[in-house]
């Protein structure tokens, strides 16, 4: 079941914070195995290509060991010090 992991912060201006979006996929992947893609979406009719969404993170499967690992990749040093980040996760309803 997906899950969608977003971050805000106040502290961080647009860019900057889309930079932590991607290296939190980076790590999930590398460190924890976790599937995850920075969130798009369409461009619009006419228009190539999509736009990444700020600050939202598409996970497919959060593994055998559930969202423990997730939580543990989410919860690194990167969040400490300076950098004041909120996380939420949203799990998407199953379709019957």
Excluded: H, Y
């Excluded at 499967?61 to 990749?73: E, F, R, T, V, Y």
Aim: aromatic fraction near 4%; proline fraction near 4%.
């Amino acid at each position: 079941m997906p899950i969608t992991l977003s971050l805000s912060s106040v502290d961080l201006d647009d860019e900057a914070l889309q930079e932590l979006t991607r290296q939190l996929c980076r790590d999930l992947g590398d460190e924890a195995g976790i599937a995850a893609t920075p969130a798009t979406e369409s461009a619009g009719v006419g228009k190539k290509g999509d736009f990444e969404i700020i600050g939202q993170i598409l996970i497919k499967a959060a593994g055998a060991g559930g969202q423990s690992p997730l939580w543990s990749a989410c919860s690194k040093p990167m969040f400490s010090g300076s950098r004041l980040c909120n996380l939420s996760f949203k799990r998407r309803a199953a379709k019957s």
